[in-house]
């Protein structure tokens, strides 16, 4: 079974930031966060992960909160290409990836 | 740098035939494995395999098989296509060897058993 949460769906003006959530309150110390989003039945693509440390790369942030029990995947300036279903994922070291239903991400014009 | 390659990208079966669903990498990846996904759900798991000559079932095993000759290729088998098989396929591949390393993903395989 996920180990997270994730709301079902959301919607986010363009050129908005996008605040995408996830709870994850069984994580256990050595567990990593990941990000995925898959664009309309094309294959998942990988956009951030982290352990503790709050991190950013040219596609997202992401924030993990101090008791590492949920994250936020945040889009700086969403555009319509990033209408997506996103999905986080908690994974320890040598396991699978276990994808959860997702958030399906609608940004608006 | 192809990355993650899978064919066919589409196919038909009827029920009853077999197929070969291909996946080739090129980024020298210890793991890759194969998920399905069923319209309006999350991908879960088939097989995986950590290494050539080295094959585990996943979640959803029943109906199909896999075998890993080679680092390159994992070829998904099914022997008898059954309309529940009706899905979409994704092959993906790991850095196994480096820790925390995200999955690649090929652009999938759409299948349809009728």
């Known amino acids: 079974d996920a180990k997270t949460t994730q709301p079902t769906s959301m919607d986010c003006a363009e050129g908005r930031a996008a605040n995408l959530p996830c709870n994850h309150s069984?994580?256990?110390?050595?567990?990593?966060v990941y990000w995925y989003r898959q664009i309309h039945s094309q294959g998942p693509q990988y956009i951030i992960h982290g352990l503790k440390n709050n991190e950013t790369n040219e596609m997202a942030s992401l924030i993990i909160t101090e008791d590492r029990k949920s994250s936020t995947l945040i889009l700086p300036h969403a555009t319509l290409r990033d209408t997506a279903v996103y999905y986080c994922?908690?994974?320890?070291?040598?396991?699978?990836?276990?994808f959860g239903p997702g958030t399906r991400l609608s940004v608006l014009p | 740098n192809a990355g993650v390659t899978q064919t066919p990208k589409f196919q038909v079966l009827k029920t009853g035939q077999s197929m070969t669903l291909q996946c080739a990498q090129d980024m020298n990846h210890e793991y890759m494995s194969w998920y399905r996904q069923d319209p309006g759900m999350g991908l879960r798991l088939i097989h995986y395999?950590?290494?050539?000559?080295?094959?585990d079932q996943g979640e959803v095993p029943n109906g199909y098989n896999v075998s890993r000759s080679t680092t390159e290729d994992f070829p998904l088998r099914l022997l008898s296509a059954a309309p529940s098989q009706t899905s979409v396929y994704f092959c993906a591949t790991q850095r196994f060897s480096r820790a925390n390393s995200p999955l690649h993903f090929g652009n999938g395989t759409r299948l349809t058993v009728t």
């Open positions: 069984t994580i256990s110390g050595n567990e990593y």
């Open positions: 395999s950590v290494g050539a000559g080295i094959t």
């Open positions: 994922i908690v994974r320890l070291y040598g396991q699978n990836f276990v």
